[in-house]
């Protein structure tokens, strides 16, 4: 399986994702959540129906001797560990790191030694808002890096077919379509469809098309199409 290519036998991966990782991912939250690191469902099914238990029952003793919670018991932990895999499935470990980290700096509340079961299984649920903010901040960072790379790349291309067709400025567009795929489009309503590399291949590429549809009220639109979908014209 590509997670045991990827970080050995669940020995290594038990090591490599310990508590002690926490912190690390605690200072980059963005790459905890946005990241390609495995989910709780898939670690089990990588290492084994229990394994996810096995990987946070040593994050939940840790947490325990933190917070000094001395009423969480051995048992305790391991049912409050099988209730968060059952529950928690789609969660990343990096993910996990991160919530154990931020509850171990009193971002939950203050618990003075006593810490329940019902109040991690709370808590989870609290930073779950939180990763969806994180979520989001990754997704919008994803989204405006694209959009610059598509302008970038798009604005030579008009000015190229701007210059080959004489066309006024009214007449060329560019359309937004929010998304995370690099790509810039060009098509007519015939959908003849290409990706523009160049400038010099894009006015090459549309001069083609443009002979046979351009007419004095055809309007030429290039979308910087970062959804995947095609670009379209009007």
């Given at each position: 399986m590509a997670i045991r290519s990827k970080y050995g036998d669940a020995q290594h991966f038990g090591a490599v994702v310990s508590p002690s990782a926490q912190a690390s991912f605690a200072r980059m939250p963005e790459r905890a959540v946005g990241d390609n690191?495995?989910?709780?469902?898939?670690?089990?099914?990588?290492?084994?129906?229990?394994?996810?238990?096995?990987?946070?029952?040593?994050q939940l003793y840790d947490?325990?001797?933190?917070?000094?919670?001395?009423?969480?018991?051995?048992?305790?932990?391991?049912?409050?560990?099988?209730?968060?895999?059952?529950?928690?499935?789609?969660?990343?470990?990096?993910?996990?790191?991160?919530?154990?980290?931020?509850?171990?700096?009193?971002?939950?509340g203050r618990f003075y030694g006593s810490v329940d079961p019902i109040t991690v299984m709370g808590a989870i649920e609290t930073f779950l808002k939180e990763r969806e903010e994180l979520r989001q901040k990754n997704a919008d960072s994803e989204a405006d890096q694209w959009?610059?790379?598509a302008e970038e790349r798009s604005t030579p291309c008009?000015?190229?077919?701007?210059?080959?067709?004489?066309?006024?400025?009214d007449r060329l567009y560019i359309g937004d379509v929010n998304g995370y795929q690099r790509k810039v489009r060009f098509s007519t309503d015939r959908k003849d469809v290409f990706d523009l590399l160049t400038a010099?291949?894009?006015?090459?590429?549309?001069?083609?098309i443009a002979q046979q549809?351009?007419?004095?009220?055809?309007?030429?639109?290039?979308?910087?199409?970062?959804?995947?979908?095609?670009?379209?014209?009007?």
């Amino acid at each position: 399986m590509a997670i045991r290519s990827k970080y050995g036998d669940a020995q290594h991966f038990g090591a490599v994702v310990s508590p002690s990782a926490q912190a690390s991912f605690a200072r980059m939250p963005e790459r905890a959540v946005g990241d390609n690191y495995p989910t709780l469902e898939e670690v089990r099914r990588a290492y084994g129906k229990d394994y996810d238990v096995e990987w946070l029952v040593p994050q939940l003793y840790d947490l325990s001797v933190f917070t000094g919670a001395k009423n969480l018991t051995e048992q305790q932990q391991e049912m409050l560990a099988r209730t968060i895999a059952v529950e928690y499935p789609q969660l990343k470990v990096t993910e996990l790191l991160l919530f154990f980290h931020r509850f171990k700096t009193g971002r939950y509340g203050r618990f003075y030694g006593s810490v329940d079961p019902i109040t991690v299984m709370g808590a989870i649920e609290t930073f779950l808002k939180e990763r969806e903010e994180l979520r989001q901040k990754n997704a919008d960072s994803e989204a405006d890096q694209w959009r610059r790379w598509a302008e970038e790349r798009s604005t030579p291309c008009m000015e190229a077919i701007r210059s080959a067709f004489g066309l006024d400025a009214d007449r060329l567009y560019i359309g937004d379509v929010n998304g995370y795929q690099r790509k810039v489009r060009f098509s007519t309503d015939r959908k003849d469809v290409f990706d523009l590399l160049t400038a010099d291949d894009a006015a090459s590429r549309v001069k083609a098309i443009a002979q046979q549809h351009l007419d004095a009220d055809t309007r030429i639109v290039i979308w910087y199409n970062m959804a995947g979908g095609d670009g379209v014209t009007i």
